[in-house]
């Protein structure tokens, strides 16, 4: 699996709460959720981003609450994969059973910029910022994770099991 996107940097700690604020939590639909993601840390998120593109960020993203909806609203915007120093448990779970490819690089964390051009690796373990022409390597994603993130999440993994 690789992922090619630009990057959109953040600091450390980003909550939960401002990655879809509370008052959003009753929406269901996708489209209608994605028109908040982020707006209360970048209100202009949305309007640097494209489809793909990649979030960056310092240690514990995802931190606070264990929303779903919080993974799911990145998602169903496009992003391509979240590359931090470090990410809050559950955060982190929530973002592989929805098919939300999280990666945990130190290294490339503190050394990417927005809107360097990266290309992901999941199996291959690595981050290269083609802007900088940088490799960073990170731990290999387990097995079973990857199969999860290709099928696009748990529930379709499962159903794809179901079906074998």
């Given at each position: 699996?690789?992922?090619?996107?630009?990057?959109?940097?953040?600091?450390?700690?980003?909550?939960?709460?401002?990655?879809?604020?509370?008052?959003?939590?009753?929406?269901?639909?996708?489209?209608?959720?994605?028109?908040?993601?982020?707006?209360?840390?970048?209100?202009?998120?949305?309007?640097?981003?494209?489809?793909?593109?990649?979030?960056?960020?310092?240690?514990?993203?995802?931190?606070?609450?264990?929303?779903?909806?919080?993974?799911?609203?990145?998602?169903?915007?496009?992003?391509?994969?979240?590359?931090?120093?470090?990410?809050?448990?559950?955060?982190?779970?929530?973002?592989?059973?929805?098919?939300?490819?999280?990666?945990?690089?130190?290294?490339?964390?503190?050394?990417?910029?927005?809107?360097?051009?990266?290309?992901?690796?999941?199996?291959?373990?690595?981050?290269?910022?083609?802007?900088?022409?940088?490799?960073?390597?990170?731990?290999?994603?387990?097995?079973?994770?990857?199969?999860?993130?290709?099928a696009g999440g748990l529930i379709p993994r499962l159903k794809k099991l179901g079906e074998e």
């Amino acid at each position: 699996m690789i992922i090619k996107g630009k990057a959109i940097k953040y600091g450390n700690d980003v909550n939960t709460d401002v990655i879809l604020p509370g008052r959003y939590l009753h929406l269901t639909d996708p489209e209608e959720m994605v028109k908040h993601v982020l707006e209360d840390l970048d209100p202009d998120f949305l309007k640097k981003f494209h489809i793909g593109d990649v979030v960056v960020a310092g240690r514990n993203f995802g931190c606070g609450s264990s929303r779903e909806q919080a993974v799911m609203c990145l998602k169903y915007a496009g992003v391509g994969c979240i590359v931090a120093k470090s990410f809050a448990r559950i955060f982190y779970r929530n973002a592989i059973n929805q098919g939300l490819p999280v990666v945990e690089s130190p290294d490339a964390a503190d050394i990417i910029d927005s809107g360097d051009e990266l290309e992901i690796d999941i199996n291959e373990g690595f981050i290269v910022d083609k802007t900088k022409n940088l490799r960073f390597s990170f731990h290999p994603i387990p097995g079973f994770i990857k199969k999860i993130l290709e099928a696009g999440g748990l529930i379709p993994r499962l159903k794809k099991l179901g079906e074998e």
